[in-house]
């Protein structure tokens, strides 16, 4: 690739870069993420292709480079970089279709979140048997039949998504196109877990009222 060639390339990747800066307040299309990546292969093939490269060009290759990595949060909101890796299988040295967010402070508490989550969790299973033991004693009702299927649904279906892989990135699906931020999305399945331990714990303390009107009910069955 000549020396005009390499300065075209990027030229081009620098309208791109700004294109997608400027559309970063208006959310930027999958095209335009990807026309910059692709630019950006560009001036990779043009710099592997032993060019001698003046150091003007070279360093305007640096700054655009530092322009891009400061998109990368925004890109990893409206992309899935790791889909499109699958598909189109980069090297690995083009590090501009491996970005990543910048780490946010609150990531540094997802252990904590997620050991909350999983104890929640374990402890609501806990209540679903207890619970539903009492319900399959003897036949049971319209009543008995829907808290247990209930119950048990919303809790398999929290536990599946905190504790394998395909229910993390279900999960995370759901919450992104809730437009819930990434840092803050083991906080809400947390307060989820919590939500719903506390509902089964309410349930259970209140066992003996329902039992009480199991029991008026059975005596009005007997009466008629």
Same mark, same amino acid.
């Given at each position: ?13 620098? $309208? ?6 400027? /559309?970063?307040?208006?959310? &930027? ?13 560009? $001036?990779?093939? @043009?710099?592997? =292709?032993k060019t001698q490269a003046s150091k ?16 990368? @949060? ?15 299988? &980069? ?12 780490? =946010? ?17 374990? #402890? ?13 004693? @003897? ?19 929290? /536990? ?5 892989? #395909? @229910? ?10 809730? =437009?819930? &931020? ?5 906080? $809400?399945?947390?307060?989820? #877990? ?6 089964? /714990? ?23």
């Amino acid at each position: 690739m000549a020396i005009s060639e390499l300065e075209a390339v990027v030229e081009s990747y620098g $309208v791109m870069l700004t294109v997608l800066e400027t /559309a970063a307040t208006t959310h &930027p299309s999958k095209h335009q993420i990807l026309d910059v990546l692709k630019a950006r292969d560009e $001036v990779y093939t @043009g710099l592997t =292709n032993k060019t001698q490269a003046s150091k003007e060009i070279l360093m305007k290759v640096i700054l655009l480079d530092e322009r891009l990595k400061k998109q990368a @949060g925004l890109i990893a909101l409206q992309v899935q970089l790791s889909d499109w890796r699958a598909s189109l299988h &980069p090297p690995a040295e083009a590090w501009w279709w491996f970005l990543e967010p910048p780490t =946010n402070q609150w990531d540094s508490f997802d252990w904590l979140w997620s050991a909350l989550s999983v104890t929640c969790l374990t #402890a609501s299973l806990s209540l679903v048997v207890d619970i539903s033991s009492r319900f399959l004693t @003897g036949v049971p009702d319209t009543l008995g039949a829907f808290t247990i299927t209930t119950q048990s649904v919303l809790t398999l279906l929290a /536990a599946g998504g905190a504790l394998t892989k #395909a @229910g993390q990135e279900g999960t995370e699906r759901i919450l992104k196109s809730l =437009n819930i &931020p990434k840092h803050f999305q083991k906080e $809400v399945q947390c307060g989820f #877990a919590v939500s719903l331990l506390l509902c089964l /714990a309410s349930f259970r303390f209140l066992l003996p009222q329902i039992a009480v009107f199991y029991k008026i009910e059975g005596h009005r069955a007997i009466l008629s």
